[in-house]
């Protein structure tokens, strides 16, 4: 009977138990699954915002420049559009930017001139403000291209031009609500909104 017991506990203590080194282990990659579900749920949110920020950013610069070209057009107006100029200049995107600012924009800008200087009755009305701001892209300081341009200085100046050309025009169709029902009302309203949409987003990414 004693030796059986014995053999029973030989037996009992022969039977594997997890070590400390495995438990570290586990334990280890679990954290590591948290954190690396932590770090996906970031990318994700992050990827998020810079996607729509990007892509307001582009809407709101061909409602810009959709607003130049119908002023210059059939959206005759006496409120200072040429400050569509400098919000395109702010709130362009950084690729076509920097194809503007490049030999694309010179070449561009050196057409427009020699078209204005020499061959006056072949360059349209219209095509004035563009090529003011192509001349403007081109030539521009580093300052005003490089420094306001990323900073919050340039983002305000595209908040008070928004406000600016909204405020004329619901004042100009005689209210907010005839702002909507008169011919083009609907899509100058909605772009003016899309000038206001940007910087307002922006800003507010700005300063959280």
């Known amino acids: 009977m004693g030796r059986s017991m014995e053999y029973l506990a030989m037996k009992t203590d022969q039977v594997p138990r997890p070590s400390s080194a495995e438990e570290l282990l586990s334990s280890d990659l679990q954290e590591l699954r948290i954190a690396a579900k932590k770090l996906a749920n970031d990318a994700i949110k ?3 915002v810079g996607f729509g920020t990007g892509f ?3 809407m709101a610069s061909f409602a810009a420049i959709y607003l130049l070209i119908l002023d210059r057009t059939n959206w005759k107006t006496n409120m200072l559009t040429s400050l569509l100029v400098p919000y395109i200049f702010f709130s362009l995107p950084h690729g076509i930017f920097g194809m503007l600012r490049g030999e694309v924009g010179k070449w561009i800008a050196f057409v427009a001139v020699v078209l204005k200087l020499f061959f006056p009755r072949h360059f349209p009305d219209w095509l004035e403000m563009p090529g003011s701001l192509i001349l403007l892209l081109t030539v521009a300081p580093g300052f005003f291209a490089v420094t306001l ?5 340039g983002i305000m100046i595209c908040l008070v031009t928004g406000c600016y050309l909204l ?6 169709t005689g209210g907010f609500r005839n702002s909507f029902t008169q ?3 609907i ?6 909104i899309l000038l206001l949409v940007y910087p307002v987003w922006a ?5 959280l």
């Open 183 to 185: 011919s083009h009302g």
């Open 46 to 48: 992050l990827g998020g």
């Open 56 to 58: 307001i950013k582009w």
């Open 187 to 192: 899509s100058n309203t909605m772009g003016i």
């Open 203 to 207: 800003l507010v990414l700005h300063f």
């Open 167 to 172: 405020q004329e025009h619901i004042r100009a």
């Open 149 to 153: 341009r990323g900073n919050w200085i």
